[in-house]
């Protein structure tokens, strides 16, 4: 590949002479397109963001890049400990984090889901 490689979108279309609303409506219909295809996922993640506590715990962890500790959570979701450790179990089991790891850390399944998640916290703040 050479060094003047460009983006391109969906479609093999190159995004050097793209305007940036067409860049951002490739983006949201990649992003509607895996909402489809996922659609179980996405319905828990929707379901998850309706409950305060999910949703903080949602949003530290997305804030931190999709990695972050028990230590963070605990100390930026204003919740104690045991309701936040019953939201993170309750978010693993449906499948949108996994927790675990020395230090326990939490994560979510995979940046696919961080897509939907951060896509469901602009929809759930806006509303």
């Known amino acids: 590949m050479s060094s003047n490689s460009f983006d391109c979108v969906p479609g093999g279309r190159h995004t050097s002479h793209v305007s ?3 860049k951002e409506q490739e983006r ?3 992003l509607y397109q895996l909402e489809r295809e996922r659609f179980d996922e ?3 993640i929707l ?3 309706e409950v305060e506590g999910k949703r903080m715990v949602l949003a530290v962890v997305l804030i931190n890049n999709g990695v972050c500790t028990y230590k963070t959570l605990y100390n930026n979701v204003a919740r104690h400990k045991r309701k936040i450790k019953k939201h993170i179990y309750d978010l693993s089991d449906m499948g949108i984090i996994n927790n675990g790891g020395n230090p326990a850390s939490v994560t979510f399944v995979d940046t696919d889901v961080s897509l939907m998640v951060s896509d469901a916290l602009h929809h759930t703040d806006t509303l």
């Open 20 to 22: 940036p609303q067409l």
């Open 28 to 30: 949201q219909r990649a």
């Open 42 to 44: 996405w319905r828990n």
């Open 47 to 49: 379901s998850a963001c």
